[in-house]
């Protein structure tokens, strides 16, 4: 059933973290910079929407959106990116790895499709312990020439893995223009294994949901995988490394006319503006909180830093004597 | 005693772990028909649930199992031809490996890739006889090298049972081997843990793999002092020191060993440059006891296979040079070497 408000809350959660972490970056809090999920919101929203507390996602280097739509606490979000000993990762992991997987989220990837097969092999695995759960996997445009996602597509589609792969087509790998680099269409690589395969608008949360439901519903009854190529827009830099170097591969009239239609706006016109504004202002306390406590969290202690490395056990020895 | 093949070794321990532990799983190129003769018999006694093949993919069925041990199995990846490994490197050093750390110990990834016939294989040569160990002990993925049946037995059933992805090499030179055993007695060696084939006081020989079984025949030679060219200094007594795994390696053992020797040769089927061998001779001069200059015994830089089997067998280390190496070690004057204070704390 679609929930706007409750879309509209996830739009602008995920728009107004990723606008606090831009300040964190600028004020240095944020090691190393982010790739902001800003204009992009309607489908980790949308997608997530359609999901289980206990349904698996893996998601990308652009991932903020994705882990904050499954449920991820923003403040441990934020801590992470800020590589704070309370994230998620334990400060391990940053920004392109933030994820909890106590919320289903089976990692975030930062090599452009890598996650394809994980995603499979999970849903696989639950499937084959008896349990209905279905996996996601998000990758953007970029993805659709790596031979590793055409890979995952086989087994998928041979194995019948109730996954559902989402490629956020946001018209730019990096700096490329997807049209420079996909020959073909995204949906006809999906077509050519067999698996079905739509084409959404990814600013519309609610149209994005309804889709994501159908594959979903698919995948859970045991229909196999669906592609699901959502068009969407990046408003703001592939990462914010843009914000100093500032490479020119789009027009500031582009860009103006991405943003005019603006996901977080188009879900927002939809429900009453009483509870829209008591919506933003719920957020705005919980980024206040998180900001906070992303600020005041410990760093990790250096004499850890080859914890985790391995399951248990083995310690590497140090680099010196 | 009944005989165990090596090849039989590994079959039996892969079913053993699958009639065990439910979560395991086989998966691979040809595993139902059992091209490597590894996996026979488990399709029909386990099902298509427990053996997978796959389709020609490694990349993709690298990341399946990921995904699968994610979600709580234990799948093991077989790799027919050593140099799949790095059509799947990125999977398997960057995706799998890297998930425990980067989770912040959220995730653990018990994959097992076991690649039988590593190594050269006379007439295949070039493309399917790389030795990729030293590869995966770089990037610090666990890695077994298992040199007799009981081993390879053992070796697979711990990483199968490990909670870390584990590569298994199992030489193409070690896979005709049989051995005298107890079925009773066959049980998981723990992964770091070296055993020594055999005593010797004179040199340590750390030999790794197939490569075992060549330095106990030239220990046997050199204890009855025959060189095989006539020079003969008198009988030499070899350890034979097999590190069964590369990461972790025992070095607390090969310490142990060094204080009894003192001398250290290390006879390795990688390529020289960045070999396993490289980082045993460094260790051992950083900290162990040593009272001549340490040798190894490898492929050459760079090593690439050729096909003619002169030329094949030309690139491979041999008895002849670990014969020489020994020589070399053994007749150098002793130095004077003053003992490490404290043994590096090794693990």
Redesign the interface.
């Known amino acids: 059933m679609t929930d706007p408000a409750g879309l509209y809350r996830v739009t602008r959660l995920i728009r107004r973290f990723e606008e606090r972490a831009i300040e964190l970056v600028r004020a240095g809090i944020i090691p190393g910079g982010i790739h902001p999920y800003l204009g992009q919101e309607a489908v980790a929203a949308g997608v997530c929407a359609a999901l289980r507390a206990d349904d698996?996602v893996?998601s990308t280097h652009r991932g903020h959106g994705h882990v904050l739509a499954k449920g991820a606490d923003p403040p441990r979000m934020l801590a992470e990116l800020a590589g704070r000993a309370t994230?998620?990762?334990?400060?391990?992991?940053g920004s392109m790895?933030a994820?909890?997987?106590?919320r289903g989220i089976?990692?975030a990837?930062a090599?452009v499709g890598?996650?394809?097969?994980?995603?499979?092999?999970?849903?696989?695995?639950?499937r084959?312990?008896g349990s209905d759960r279905v996996?996601v996997a998000f990758f953007g445009d970029g993805a659709v020439n790596q031979?590793?996602v055409l890979?995952?597509f086989?087994?998928a589609a041979?194995w019948s893995v109730p996954v559902v792969y989402v490629c956020e087509n946001n018209g730019f790998a990096t700096t490329t223009r997807t049209e420079a680099a996909v020959a073909g269409s995204i949906t006809a690589r999906a077509a050519a294994f067999g698996i079905p395969a739509s084409t959404v608008d990814g600013m519309d949360a609610e149209a994005v949901f309804a889709a994501a439901a159908e594959a979903v519903a698919r995948a859970r009854s045991g229909q196999g995988p669906s592609l699901l190529e959502c068009l969407t827009y990046r408003f703001d830099a592939h990462h914010t490394f843009e914000h100093i170097l500032r490479p020119r591969y789009r027009t500031d009239e582009e860009v103006a006319l991405g943003r005019s239609r603006d996901p977080v706006e188009i879900q927002g016109a939809r429900i009453p503006a009483a509870s829209r504004a008591e919506i933003d202002a719920r957020i705005e306390t919980l980024l206040d909180e998180a900001v906070r406590f992303a600020r005041e969290s410990p760093h990790p202690d250096p004499a850890t830093a080859a914890?985790?490395?391995?399951?248990?056990g083995?310690?590497?020895?140090a680099g010196a004597? | 005693m009944p005989k165990l093949s090596y090849l039989k070794a590994l079959n039996r321990a892969l079913g053993d772990e699958l009639a065990r532990d439910e979560a395991v799983f086989v998966l691979g190129e040809d595993v139902r028909a059992a091209a490597t003769n590894v996996t026979a018999g488990l399709h029909r006694r386990f099902g298509p649930?427990r053996v997978l093949d796959?389709?020609i993919?490694e990349?993709?069925?690298?990341?399946?199992?990921?995904?699968?041990?994610?979600?709580?199995?234990r799948?093991v990846v077989e790799f027919q031809i050593p140099a799949l490994l790095f059509l799947a490197f990125?999977?398997i050093a960057?995706?799998a490996h890297k998930?425990?750390?980067?989770?912040?110990?959220?995730?653990?990834v018990?994959v097992t890739y076991l690649v039988p016939n590593s190594g050269s294989r006379e007439g295949w040569a070039v493309q399917h006889a790389d030795h990729p160990y030293s590869l995966f002990a770089h990037v610090?993925v666990?890695t077994a090298v298992p040199a007799t049946p009981t081993d390879a037995y053992g070796l697979l059933a711990a990483a199968i049972r490990?909670?870390?992805p584990v590569v298994v090499f199992a030489p193409a030179g070690a896979l005709g081997l049989r051995e005298d055993v107890d079925f009773a007695t066959l049980a998981p060696v723990p992964l770091?843990s070296a055993r020594i084939h055999r005593r010797g006081a004179d040199v340590t020989v750390v030999a790794i793999g197939h490569l075992v079984q060549d330095a106990l025949a030239t220990a046997d030679e050199l204890a009855a002092g025959d060189y095989g060219d006539g020079a003969l200094p008198g009988p030499v007594s070899v350890e034979v020191f097999d590190p069964r795994t590369l990461y972790?390696f025992d070095?607390a053992a090969l310490a142990a060993s060094l204080e009894r020797t003192g001398r250290l040769v290390v006879f390795d089927d990688s390529n020289r440059a960045c070999g396993i061998g490289a980082e045993i001779l460094a260790t051992a001069a950083?900290?162990m006891r040593l009272i001549a200059p340490p040798r190894r015994v490898t492929r050459p830089d760079g090593a690439v296979l050729p096909f003619a089997r002169g030329l094949d067998l030309a690139m491979q280390p041999n008895r002849e040079q670990l014969r020489r190496a020994i020589r070399q070690v053994v007749g150098h004057a002793p130095l004077v070497q003053t003992r490490p204070a404290a043994q590096?704390a090794?693990?």
Do not use: C
């Open positions: 698996l893996t994230g998620f990762n334990r400060g391990r992991g790895h994820a909890d997987f106590s089976l990692g990837d090599i890598a996650a394809a097969p994980i995603a499979a092999g999970a849903a696989w695995a639950a084959q312990a996996a031979g590793v890979e995952a086989n087994l041979l914890d985790f490395l391995y399951a248990e083995l310690r590497p020895r004597l | 649930d796959t389709p993919s990349q993709g069925f690298a990341g399946f199992a990921t995904g699968a041990a994610l979600a709580g199995r799948p990125e999977q960057n995706q998930f425990s750390l980067m989770t912040g110990g959220q995730a653990r018990p610090g666990k490990d909670d870390d770091g972790p070095w950083e900290g590096e090794v693990l």
